[in-house]
């Protein structure tokens, strides 16, 4: 079985300042790991994905994501937010090699930025 | 390239009624996955459709059905409406089908449903 919990339904952080958004996850099997960014009236968008090469993932727009096995954690970061960040996070998980009936979304975090 | 597209942008409906929501892939693609996404919440899969024919289901009532052409493009039809079936429905194709490892999806910006 599998599941995905996003640790913060809300974020808020000051321009300038660094993101970080909490991904746990539960897989029983080795798992690929993707974080999606939705923009108000826009689809999702792929950020970046985790599928068992290096841990450290690098995205689009400057975010990253570390998968820590031992803590079953994704975290999505950026050191530097910009107001265009401001979206719906969803992080997901889904079996290493498998298709689109066991992708697993999580509930997402809504991420603000403060001028 | 215009992505993927979606039709209607906005829906509103009864209850009891029916809908057809239809998606056009990503040029090249010939995979599409429907998905429904309630308000605060993350997407869940309902189907996949590849080579004209239902490949995957969640876990959805047989209300809801689809179909692909062979041009690929493809609609979502929900019959009997009920009240908690007011989402966004969001369309997402990719390439190559179910085989192998996870193929990228690329997402529409959806239809927005409301049942009253």
């Known amino acids: 079985a599998q599941s995905v919990t996003q640790l913060d339904s809300h974020v808020s952080v000051s321009e300038g300042t660094p993101v970080l958004l909490r991904c746990n996850y539960s897989s029983s099997y080795s798992p690929s790991l993707f974080w999606y960014v939705q923009h108000p009236n826009k689809g999702l968008q792929l950020l970046l994905k985790?599928?068992?090469?290096?841990?450290l993932v690098k995205g689009i727009n400057g975010f990253e994501a570390e998968f820590k096995k031992s803590e079953t954690s994704f975290h999505l970061t950026k050191p530097s937010a910009h107001m265009s960040d401001a979206a719906e996070y969803f992080c997901?998980?889904?079996?290493?090699?498998?298709?689109?009936?066991?992708?697993?979304f999580g509930s997402g975090t809504r991420l603000s930025i403060r001028p | 390239d215009a992505g993927v597209t979606q039709s209607p942008t906005h829906l509103i409906k009864t209850r009891g009624q029916q809908v057809t929501l239809r998606c056009s892939p990503k040029s090249g693609h010939d995979t599409v996955s429907w998905y429904q996404q309630a308000l605060g919440q993350g997407p869940q899969f309902i189907f996949q459709?590849?080579?004209?024919?239902?490949?995957q289901r969640g876990n959805f009532p047989d209300r809801f059905s689809g179909h692909q052409f062979p041009n690929y493009s493809s609609e979502l039809n929900v019959n009997a409406l009920l009240l908690g079936d007011s989402a966004l429905y969001l369309c997402?194709?990719?390439?190559?089908?179910?085989?192998?490892?996870?193929?990228?999806?690329?997402f529409g910006p959806g239809t927005r449903l409301t049942v009253l």
């Open positions: 997402a194709s990719s390439r190559g089908g179910v085989q192998g490892s996870y193929n990228e999806q690329f």
């Open positions: 985790y599928t068992s090469a290096a841990t």
């Open positions: 459709y590849y080579e004209e024919e239902e490949r």
């Open positions: 997901v998980v889904s079996p290493l090699y498998s298709s689109a009936s066991k992708i697993i």
